[in-house]
């Protein structure tokens, strides 16, 4: 089999109709009757079932439309890697951001390619980290920004480009927390907490920092998988939000004693062993210039 024939079962299975798939391809209909079949001999079975002038993917087809999709991105992605961006190459970025990344880098991705490669299509997926990797994992996202602490580890996933960047409890200017030159946790818990989901290594340096009561499950009153909408809280009320302190420069770190001494990692995340789209070295460039 070819990659040709393989466009062509895809944009069939996408047509159901071997007339206009023929016009999309630019061929005869009795060409690409004749490659369909070669494709279905030499794989064993129907990939569609034909009833007069309609077609309908057969269950195997149905499996064999999935596979081939993923080898045709695969072989248009092997094509360009060696390849640099021009400001006239286009294709689509389709990246995941968890909370933290993608307050910060949603913005400065898409103004960057606006910018710099208007022909691009950006598509940033926000949501946390468990249904980022799911994303990944089903190919609905190219690869993910996310803080390495919070994904579970897997053989099929690799992490590069790590960032490290300060946690912080942070509040309004004019907050009755930023008059004192130290802030114990009886202090702060006298205030709504708000917070992203934690991970557990997050959980367990509260603990030992401040105890027990600073347990998210106990101390957190406000959780979201939006940082920038908790953020909006903290503005707006005497909210308490813990998050990277570069999240929001507005806000005002507290001061807490014990010190906090937290750091989130946030990682560049692919699946092993698949060809890396073309604008990734862009993506590690903003994390660098960005994340800091």
Excluded: W
Aim: net charge positive; proline share 4%; charged share 25%.
């Amino acid at each position: 089999m070819t990659l040709i024939q393989l466009r062509q079962f895809v944009t069939l299975a996408k047509t159901h109709s071997f007339v206009k798939a023929a016009v999309l391809l630019q061929i005869t209909q009795p060409a690409l009757s004749r490659s369909i079949k070669a494709l279905e001999l030499e794989l064993g079975q129907l990939l569609f079932d034909r009833m007069g002038k309609r077609i309908e993917l057969t269950i195997f087809g149905v499996e064999a439309l999935q596979r081939c999709q993923l080898l045709l991105e695969d072989a248009e992605r092997l094509k360009h890697s060696g390849k640099k961006l021009g400001s006239d190459a286009c294709g689509r970025i389709r990246l995941g951001l968890s909370s933290g990344p993608g307050a910060m880098l949603t913005a400065p991705i898409m103004t960057y390619f606006a910018k710099h490669f208007p022909k691009f299509h950006v598509e940033i997926l926000r949501a946390n980290t468990e249904t980022l990797t799911q994303k990944l994992r089903e190919r609905l996202v190219d690869a993910l920004v996310v803080d390495a602490r919070s994904l579970r580890p897997g053989p099929d996933l690799k992490i590069d480009h790590m960032v490290e960047m300060e946690g912080a409890f942070m509040c309004r200017k004019g907050h009755p927390l930023t008059q004192l030159a130290k802030v114990s946790l009886d202090q702060l818990l006298k205030y709504p907490v708000a917070s992203t989901p934690l991970s557990d290594e997050l959980t367990r340096i509260l603990i030992e920092r401040y105890g027990a009561r600073a347990h998210p499950q106990v101390m957190v009153k406000l959780s979201s998988d939006e940082i920038s909408q908790l953020i909006q809280v903290a503005k707006q009320s005497d909210t308490v939000v813990l998050a990277i302190r570069a999240a929001s420069p507005e806000l005002v770190q507290i001061s807490m004693s014990p010190k906090l001494n937290a750091r989130a990692r946030f990682g560049l995340v692919t699946m092993t062993g698949r060809a890396e789209s073309l604008y990734l070295p862009e993506i590690r460039r903003l994390m660098s210039e960005v994340l800091h």
